[in-house]
């Protein structure tokens, strides 16, 4: 099966609520900074902004999820994600959830689809 889309990393990158792998993407001539993680198995990818302020939420560099390897952080408001959705569970993301990206995995590798506006 091959993909169309963007190459962001190999499958082997995420392990399931481990490390995220950063990225970027161009949304209208701006960069913008993306993850992709993977979480009881399948991958997702956001926007890399807490739905409370455009910050990025890694307290480490691709370190997303909180200590109970149940949800994703911001590192700077606190405020938790789901990780299979980016929907807002509490905190100052006041309801405002993460921006999804279409990703797909193929022999291996993880691709940013064509849709996802990666220039």
Known sequence: MAATGRLICASAALL???AGV????????RKRPAFVIRYRGQIHA????C????AELDWQH???FD??????????HGALYAPDTG?????????????PLPVCEVDGSVFL???GNNG
Do not use: T, W
Request: with cysteine; glycine share 18%.
């Open 67 to 76: 200590d109970s390897k149940l949800y994703l952080i911001c590192a700077i």
């Open 22 to 29: 950063r990225f970027e993407l161009d949304l209208g001539g």
């Open 46 to 49: 956001y926007l890399n902004e």
């Open 16 to 18: 399931d609520a481990g």
């Open 62 to 64: 691709g370190q997303f």
């Open 51 to 54: 739905g409370h302020v455009p």
């Open 113 to 115: 689809m064509a849709d």
């Open 87 to 99: 929907r807002c569970l509490g905190g100052r993301c006041q309801g405002r959830g993460l921006k």
